[in-house]
């Protein structure tokens, strides 16, 4: 820490330097980690973020006002993903959070209400997120990891081998990240009835914008609590809710099942301390930021917004396959993976990191991944241009410098 202090001119400044070797999202070479929905939303997340930035969501009597807000952003997400009467939830800090707390719910669900004894298992597809192995590992759990079909989609039946007594949680995603495709939660939902195993739909990808693509027209299959068997759902506001990071929501079917997920303690000198999720200090600026913008874009600006995502998306699905790629399954939402049968498409991946692009790969099969966001409607022309070039340079061998694509 400096002896004294730094004007603030002076480090405002070297921030915007740091920054200039960041990826350059604003222009739309980046097509992961940042969902750009245009200035205008990014006006309102900004405002309304610092008008409650020192305000605390651990404490609902004292600000009221973030209690309200929550409980309206929930009831939103709960009306757009069919939530019966009487389900509930909270806001969390993103994807992971909200996994975690479900699972922590199944968890413990299973073993105060069916008895399960011994470790208790999650059965997922291979598909599925890493934040799944995460509460596994914090929790001790077993995760078993199912094959993926032929279609890149959850194997319902060699799942259903998968479960035994000790199963607390089935998991499907709606979609998933690696390939962006939505997995039979219908079938999913039977099985889960059957074996009277907890179901969990990660939608933290495609809750807040599969039901708008839905009403676009797309031919969106049931995912979400219209599929009886579903218990729970996690659902990230700050992808394609378009929200200020980080915020999520983790979804439950009944108040009783969310009751699970809650931590009560009153064992100790400071009193009763009670917290929905595993944070106990929640940013006010997340809460508030969240209902901002779905109140600023309404239904009718949500629709308008996922139009040019799906758009872009459709228009990107025509462009590489005319240049001899192949989109790996069938997607619906923001996200498209595409491979080459010619080429290594880390290679193409490491051409266009030099035309200052940023996005993501999957790894099984090899393939170029993008999460789009509606200002890449508006260089969707320009990708296709600059991988027409990053292909022909992997082609002629020139390959340049080999770089390594991360993403999450």
């Keep these: 820490m400096p002896e004294h202090g730094t004007a603030w001119d002076v480090l405002s400044q070297?921030?915007?330097?740091r920054g200039k070797n960041d990826v350059k999202w604003r222009e739309g070479k980046t097509a992961v980690y940042v969902f750009n929905a245009?200035?205008?939303?990014s006006q309102v997340q900004k405002e309304a973020y610092t008008m409650y930035m020192s305000e605390n969501g651990l404490g609902p009597l004292a600000f009221p006002s973030l209690k309200q807000m929550e409980d309206e952003v929930i009831s939103m997400g709960l009306g757009l993903l069919h939530g019966p009467e009487g389900a509930a939830g909270n806001i969390t800090s993103g994807g992971t959070d909200s996994i975690n707390m479900a699972v922590k719910a199944a968890r413990?669900?299973?073993?105060?209400?069916?008895?399960?004894?011994g470790t208790c298992n999650i059965v997922a597809p291979w598909s599925a997120h890493p934040a799944f192995d995460k509460a596994a590992k914090m929790m001790e759990l077993e995760i078993r990891r199912v094959p993926v079909g032929d279609d890149l989609k959850a194997d319902v039946a060699a799942m259903a081998e998968a479960i035994d007594g000790n199963t607390i949680m089935l998991v499907g995603s709606a979609p998933c990240f690696p390939y962006g495709l939505i997995d039979p939660i219908e079938a999913l939902g039977k099985l889960a009835e059957e074996k009277d195993v907890w179901l969990h739909v990660d939608a933290c990808v495609g809750g807040y914008i599969a039901p708008f693509v839905r009403m676009n027209g797309g031919d969106i299959p049931p995912f979400d609590f219209e599929v009886p068997g579903v218990k729970s759902m996690s659902a990230d506001l700050h992808k394609y809710g378009y929200c200020a990071k980080g915020a999520s929501t983790v979804l439950f079917r009944s108040d009783e099942l969310r009751s699970y997920m809650i931590f009560d303690c009153d064992n100790w000198p400071g009193g009763r301390m009670v917290t929905p999720t595993l944070a106990g200090t929640r940013p006010g600026g997340a809460i508030s930021a969240a209902w901002a913008v779905m109140n600023f874009l309404g239904v009718e600006g949500y629709r308008a917004k996922h139009k040019l995502v799906t758009d872009a998306r459709e228009k990107i699905e025509a462009g590489v396959k005319k240049l001899g790629f192949h989109i790996l399954g069938a997607p619906q939402l923001g996200i498209v993976a595409f491979g080459?049968?010619?080429v290594d498409p880390m290679a193409v991946w490491g051409k266009m990191f030099e035309r200052g692009w940023f996005t993501s790969v999957s790894t099984e099969p090899k393939g170029l991944h993008l999460m789009l966001s509606p200002f890449h409607a508006q260089v969707a022309d320009t990708y296709l241009a600059d991988i027409e070039w990053a292909l022909g340079e992997v082609k002629s061998g020139n390959k340049g410098e080999k770089r390594e694509a991360r993403y999450s």
């Design 14 to 17: 070297e921030m915007l330097e």
């Design 38 to 41: 245009g200035e205008d939303v």
């Design 108 to 117: 413990d669900f299973g073993r105060q209400v069916k008895g399960i004894k």
């Design 340 to 342: 080459h049968d010619e």
